[in-house]
């Protein structure tokens, strides 16, 4: 849509929002961890002790089949700032960088900006990975690290100015932030979208890059929970608006740097003491809601952006009998379950029935929906707006769903698609899609394995016995099913909209066998 029609959309949805508020209204906390997996909470087996999202799951509802939209991480992220798939755009496969361009458009109505029509307080704290629109140095200076050696790229970027396409350009009143993934440079924090330092010296958290000179991983997750408490404390203090605070947080995602107080303390290495950190924050979060008594009404929401990943070391994890994905098939950048299946706790008092279960299945993408029902203006929303979004309010009132989403579609690393409905899932790959065997280069030169796979999840939770070819007929049917979703532009009930480009990334012995999915 052009800008000013965007524009005007807006505007009109504004208009339309001019009432009073309602007094019920929640504050919105949405805790997003980074490759933890289903497994991983104490209460759900985890043998890290993690007593805050256990408080969370108690006090709250849990989810049994909640999803990412992918299995890797900035996709994911998409989809929740957006209710959008992020295929539909033009990012088919893998992640961003750190000197990324923005994937999201300053046009696109995304839940913070809903959310600011609405008369909501908005900020965001953490691990961005949405791209960033950097400044450069004039006449293509690229400066020299201060001391040390200069590695890596983005020596050329002024840090002394604002970026374009930050949170600030897309719906965020406030930010603290850092580019993206713990292991990508540049390492500066970012703060209401300009870097709170120059980044003048080379460090590696795995990749060598410029970097602050303060900046540490080990840091980050005691600077975001400071930042996340001091910005509840001043909503507090402000009062007139609910607020919504988006924190997706580094851990346990590499590099894994417990700080030294978790350092031994789960017994599981480092990877089980990060989880407790992760876990502190969150703590944190909720003492800062008690203190300011806030708790009734607030919203806390927590979940991962995909599975945990195998640089946490899975089978030295099990082997202490620590499952960080659980019994699901695979992990991180999979499309099996192990790689998108993560966990989701929903703590509500004033409406979500303490210590309660759901075994509906929900997506990521679902908070737009879902906020915009507890709002009440479904209606208003532009038709290029949450295109695949549903709410899942009436599981949180334990009602039952009339408006739960027909099917929800997985996407990999490589750009492998599966589409769930019910019970079954369709996978239109041979392999894993991701890091896990059979890999995708060797599970295509494997004759033995079919290029698309049938499971029954609740007969085959492994997703180990591939049904495909006793059941043709719904494999045509799924695959007609996500051939027009893609083609739709949108899942959700509405006028077509327009992908960025066609999802190409499906083997062409696929698309010889299944023409729909074509371009």
Not at 123 to 144: I, S
Not at 263 to 288: H, I, P, R
Not at 377 to 402: H, I, V
């Given at each position: 849509m052009p800008f000013c029609k965007a524009l005007l959309a807006i505007l009109v949805l504004a208009a339309g929002l001019a009432k009073p508020l309602a007094l019920d209204r929640p504050n919105v906390i949405y805790i997003l961890a980074d490759d933890l997996g289903y497994g991983d909470l104490s209460h759900a087996g985890g043998k890290a002790p993690t007593p805050h999202c256990d408080r969370l799951a108690r006090e709250g509802m849990r989810f049994t089949d909640s999803h990412t939209t992918s299995s890797v991480c900035t996709p994911t992220r998409y989809g929740i700032v957006t209710g959008r798939y992020n295929w539909r755009t033009h990012l088919k496969s893998g992640v961003l960088w750190g000197l990324s361009e923005p994937l999201i458009p300053e046009d696109r109505l995304t839940v913070a900006k809903f959310l600011q029509l609405n008369h909501y307080h908005t900020a965001v704290v953490g691990k961005w990975h949405l791209g960033l629109g950097w400044q450069m140095l004039p006449n293509g200076e690229k400066r020299q690290a201060k001391t040390g050696p200069t590695k890596g790229d983005g020596w050329q970027i002024d840090y002394g100015k604002k970026v374009?396409?930050?949170?600030?350009?897309?719906?965020?009143?406030?930010s603290f932030i850092i580019p993206a993934s713990l292991d990508m440079f540049p390492y500066v924090y970012?703060?209401?979208?300009?870097?709170?330092?120059?980044?003048?010296?080379t460090k590696a958290f795995h990749r060598p890059g410029p970097s602050g000179e303060k900046f540490e991983a080990i840091d980050c997750l005691r600077d975001f929970a400071r930042e996340a408490g001091q910005y509840i404390d001043a909503r507090a203090k402000a009062k007139g608006k609910p607020f919504f605070l988006y924190l997706p947080l580094t851990s346990p995602h590499t590099p894994i740097v417990p700080a030294k107080r978790w350092q031994g303390k789960s017994g599981l290495g480092s990877y089980g003491d990060f989880l407790m950190e992760t876990d502190w924050v969150v703590g944190e979060v909720l003492k800062a809601l008690d203190r300011n008594k806030l708790v009734e009404n607030t919203m806390v929401i927590f979940t991962a952006d995909n599975g945990c990943s195998p640089q946490a070391k899975i089978p030295n994890l099990e082997s202490q009998g620590h499952k960080p994905n659980a019994d699901w098939r695979g992990h991180k950048a999979d499309i099996f379950e192990g790689g998108h299946r993560t966990p989701f706790l929903v703590r509500w008092p004033a409406k979500v029935k303490a210590g309660t279960v759901s075994d509906q299945t929900i997506c990521t993408t679902d908070l737009f929906a879902t906020l915009d029902d507890i709002i009440g203006n479904r209606k208003?929303?532009?038709?290029?707006?949450?295109?695949?979004?549903?709410?899942?309010?009436?599981?949180?009132?334990?009602?039952?769903d009339a408006k739960a989403r027909p099917f929800t579609i997985h996407h990999s690393i490589n750009g492998s698609f599966a589409i769930r409905r019910g019970k079954w899932k369709l996978t239109l790959c041979p392999g894993s899609g991701g890091w896990s065997a059979p890999r995708p280069n060797n599970a295509k030169k494997n004759p033995n394995l079919p290029m698309v796979q049938l499971h029954d999840l609740e007969s085959d939770p492994a997703e180990k016995n591939n049904l495909q070819a006793k059941h043709p007929k719904l494999v045509v049917e799924l695959v007609q099913t996500l051939a027009k979703?893609?083609?739709?532009?949108?899942?959700?009930?509405?006028p077509n909209q327009a992908n960025e480009g066609h999802p190409k990334t499906f083997d062409k012995r696929l698309l010889a066998k299944f023409p729909a999915l074509a371009e």
């Amino acid at each position: 849509m052009p800008f000013c029609k965007a524009l005007l959309a807006i505007l009109v949805l504004a208009a339309g929002l001019a009432k009073p508020l309602a007094l019920d209204r929640p504050n919105v906390i949405y805790i997003l961890a980074d490759d933890l997996g289903y497994g991983d909470l104490s209460h759900a087996g985890g043998k890290a002790p993690t007593p805050h999202c256990d408080r969370l799951a108690r006090e709250g509802m849990r989810f049994t089949d909640s999803h990412t939209t992918s299995s890797v991480c900035t996709p994911t992220r998409y989809g929740i700032v957006t209710g959008r798939y992020n295929w539909r755009t033009h990012l088919k496969s893998g992640v961003l960088w750190g000197l990324s361009e923005p994937l999201i458009p300053e046009d696109r109505l995304t839940v913070a900006k809903f959310l600011q029509l609405n008369h909501y307080h908005t900020a965001v704290v953490g691990k961005w990975h949405l791209g960033l629109g950097w400044q450069m140095l004039p006449n293509g200076e690229k400066r020299q690290a201060k001391t040390g050696p200069t590695k890596g790229d983005g020596w050329q970027i002024d840090y002394g100015k604002k970026v374009d396409g930050g949170p600030l350009a897309i719906g965020f009143d406030e930010s603290f932030i850092i580019p993206a993934s713990l292991d990508m440079f540049p390492y500066v924090y970012l703060k209401n979208d300009k870097p709170t330092e120059w980044a003048t010296v080379t460090k590696a958290f795995h990749r060598p890059g410029p970097s602050g000179e303060k900046f540490e991983a080990i840091d980050c997750l005691r600077d975001f929970a400071r930042e996340a408490g001091q910005y509840i404390d001043a909503r507090a203090k402000a009062k007139g608006k609910p607020f919504f605070l988006y924190l997706p947080l580094t851990s346990p995602h590499t590099p894994i740097v417990p700080a030294k107080r978790w350092q031994g303390k789960s017994g599981l290495g480092s990877y089980g003491d990060f989880l407790m950190e992760t876990d502190w924050v969150v703590g944190e979060v909720l003492k800062a809601l008690d203190r300011n008594k806030l708790v009734e009404n607030t919203m806390v929401i927590f979940t991962a952006d995909n599975g945990c990943s195998p640089q946490a070391k899975i089978p030295n994890l099990e082997s202490q009998g620590h499952k960080p994905n659980a019994d699901w098939r695979g992990h991180k950048a999979d499309i099996f379950e192990g790689g998108h299946r993560t966990p989701f706790l929903v703590r509500w008092p004033a409406k979500v029935k303490a210590g309660t279960v759901s075994d509906q299945t929900i997506c990521t993408t679902d908070l737009f929906a879902t906020l915009d029902d507890i709002i009440g203006n479904r209606k208003k929303l532009p038709d290029n707006a949450a295109e695949d979004s549903f709410s899942f309010l009436p599981a949180l009132l334990g009602q039952a769903d009339a408006k739960a989403r027909p099917f929800t579609i997985h996407h990999s690393i490589n750009g492998s698609f599966a589409i769930r409905r019910g019970k079954w899932k369709l996978t239109l790959c041979p392999g894993s899609g991701g890091w896990s065997a059979p890999r995708p280069n060797n599970a295509k030169k494997n004759p033995n394995l079919p290029m698309v796979q049938l499971h029954d999840l609740e007969s085959d939770p492994a997703e180990k016995n591939n049904l495909q070819a006793k059941h043709p007929k719904l494999v045509v049917e799924l695959v007609q099913t996500l051939a027009k979703a893609i083609k739709n532009g949108r899942t959700t009930p509405g006028p077509n909209q327009a992908n960025e480009g066609h999802p190409k990334t499906f083997d062409k012995r696929l698309l010889a066998k299944f023409p729909a999915l074509a371009e």
